[in-house]
């Protein structure tokens, strides 16, 4: 790979916010002693000078195909940056404590285009499933949001004949025989009752036949078929009035 060096210098200088800076020992080509440089680390470019107030850097390490990893060797705290080719140079360095190799390895593993393309997948297949599951709760809230609509039209014409149910209330239960409604044109329907508080008779019922029904209790009694007949109204103005 060719680089312009001037850009490369410009680019190692310039007010662009370095991703790491520190020192490190690194180990010679030629002379395999260790020695002391300052680091600097933008993007995937590792940049290293001879002193810390240097105008130019000595040399760059591009971080593409390559490994970060430990290494053994006489200095304490040593990694080792290998390529992928067999014949490229494997740059041996040494942090000055256990806690700075370790944050300088993870920086530069991640600073490749590689790393940062499967970062960039990663991100996206969150994002596709938190979008999905956006739009599946949206989907059952919007569901919810629209039965109590219905109930509430459904509350407003209960609400509405309630007055008028109240007041034929006592003719329907007089048509009632053992418990179990008739047919509409065999409806009786009691008038003339002089005192509205006294119940109208109860038609007759066949012999041995039980007071209780299966559908409302106590059909022999007019109180507790008032009770039963009003439980769902009740019912409904309770959840009229929770959903206001």
């Known amino acids: 790979m060719r680089l312009n060096e001037r850009s490369v210098a410009h680019y190692a200088t ?110 996206e297949r969150q994002l ?13 809230v919007g569901g919810q949001h629209g039965r109590p609509r219905s109930t509430r039209r459904n509350q407003g014409q209960t609400s509405e004949g309630s007055k008028e149910n109240k007041a034929t209330r006592n003719k329907s239960a007089a048509a009632l025989t053992n418990g179990f409604p008739e047919a509409a044109s065999s409806c009786v329907v009691w008038e003339g009752c002089v005192d509205p508080a006294v119940a109208p008779p109860v038609p007759p019922r066949r012999r041995g036949a039980s007071l209780e029904s299966s559908v409302s209790p106590g059909t022999g009694c007019f109180s507790k078929l008032h009770d039963w007949y009003g439980k769902e109204v009740e019912e409904l103005r309770v959840q009229w009035l929770q959903s206001q």
């Open 128 to 140: 596709e499933e938190i979008q999905e599951a956006t739009t599946g709760s949206g989907a059952a």
């Open 14 to 123: 310039c007010d662009t916010p370095p991703d790491k800076t520190g020192f490190l020992f690194k180990k010679g080509e030629r002379n395999p002693a260790y020695h002391r440089r300052w680091f600097v680390l933008k993007a995937n470019m590792l940049f290293y000078f001879e002193e810390r107030d240097s105008r130019e850097p000595v040399g760059v390490i591009v971080l593409e195909g390559c490994t970060v990893e430990l290494c053994e060797s006489a200095e304490e705290f040593a990694f080792a940056i290998k390529f992928d080719c067999a014949k490229a140079r494997v740059y041996k360095m040494a942090a000055e404590s256990q806690a700075a190799m370790e944050s300088w390895v993870k920086a530069l593993s991640r600073a490749s285009f590689d790393y940062m393309r499967l970062v960039v997948k990663e991100l």
